[in-house]
């Protein structure tokens, strides 16, 4: 089956230009700062009416996706700028550094679950939580889901790292309210389970840990200028071979620059062409990979003179 990247124009998201992709980031990601702190808020309420540490505990979790948000809303201001003087290549990987904020906090977020669960294992609750706390912990569980569906499902489409990442974080802090819904369910129902919460908080940090890893790995490779994959070097390859007026195609290099991928390439030309020619033939190149390559978004075409028999060399 065709690599569906390089059957048609892609059209995903690509009449959205960067004024609206900048509207669509921060509308999602205030929708998602104004149900975290409600969500902060009600499980601190009901943690402390229904007498539950673990849900106290859920509701300052819930508070560090306020401050993923803040992130992205503060981060967008910067690699949406268009390129200028001292950065050709525009702002586009500031969008990385935020990811990867983004993902080292969820990272200590777990790590600050796994030791106060390792820490407070031994200690007996004081009192059995209140069904209160239950039903806080449930609601946070179903409203984190749905805001985590939504947010990617954004992000995906306009292609954004940072609000891909800061949808994880929301998926993380409804994963952290399963283990406080079970710590009161098990405490209501046989009081010497208590522990179970523990330990369902630090099974839970196992998942938010490898969330966070999945966060980083990406944009610290794409910062490091990790090449695009094969089977889109090979759609590049493919494409430019199949201009008209190109006998051959080598030395592509691919680059991410923030949510897109920029290539240059050396086209091999017939060497008696005019330079109008050779112009309309590099132009044609990039068009097309523009058009046809989803995630390519700049195209730099070197012409080569073209001997007969010379063998076309690929190098990445």
């Known amino acids: 089956m065709a690599d569906p990247r390089f059957i048609a124009p892609f059209t995903n998201g690509g ?4 004024e609206e992709v900048v509207k669509v980031v921060r509308q999602v990601t205030l929708a998602g700062l104004a149900i975290n702190l409600a969500l902060s808020a009600i499980k601190f309420a009901a943690g402390i009416l ?3 540490q673990a849900v106290v505990a859920d509701a300052v979790h819930s508070l560090s996706d ?3 948000d803040v992130a992205v809303l503060v981060g967008v201001k910067f690699w949406s700028k ?3 003087d001292c950065h050709p290549h525009g702002h586009q990987r500031i969008e990385f550094l935020v990811t990867i904020f983004i993902g080292l906090l969820l990272a200590a977020v777990a790590l600050g679950l796994v030791y106060n669960a390792l820490v407070t294992l031994h200690e007996p609750h004081r009192s059995p939580p209140g069904p209160i706390a239950f039903f806080a912990a449930i609601l946070s569980i179903f409203t984190k889901e749905l805001l ?5 499902s954004v992000g995906i489409e306009i292609r954004s790292t940072a609000l891909i990442a800061n949808a994880w974080h929301h998926r993380s802090d409804g994963l952290s309210s399963i283990p406080a819904a079970a710590a ?3 405490a209501v129902l046989v009081p010497g389970l208590t522990f179970l919460d523990h330990l369902g908080a630090i099974v839970v940090s196992i998942f938010i840990f490898q969330a966070a890893w999945k966060i980083v790995r990406p944009s610290v490779e794409q910062l490091v200028d990790r090449g695009a994959p094969e089977e889109i070097c090979r759609g590049i390859e493919q494409l430019a071979a199949a201009t008209p007026g190109v006998l051959g195609v080598h030395a592509i290099r691919t680059r991410h620059i923030g949510s897109g991928i920029e290539v240059d390439l050396h086209a091999l030309v017939d060497p008696e062409i005019s330079v109008e020619e050779g112009h309309r033939i590099s ?8 058009v046809y390559v989803s995630d390519v978004v700049d195209v730099v075409v070197h012409l080569e003179p073209y001997a007969d028999g010379e063998k076309v060399r690929r190098r990445r």
């Open 50 to 52: 229904g007498n539950s």
């Open 184 to 186: 009161v369910a098990g």
């Open 82 to 84: 268009p390129p200028d």
């Open 283 to 290: 132009e044609e190149v990039k068009r097309r990979l523009v």
């Open 66 to 68: 306020t401050a993923t």
């Open 15 to 18: 009449d959205v230009g960067p």
């Open 148 to 152: 985590y569906r939504w947010t990617i």
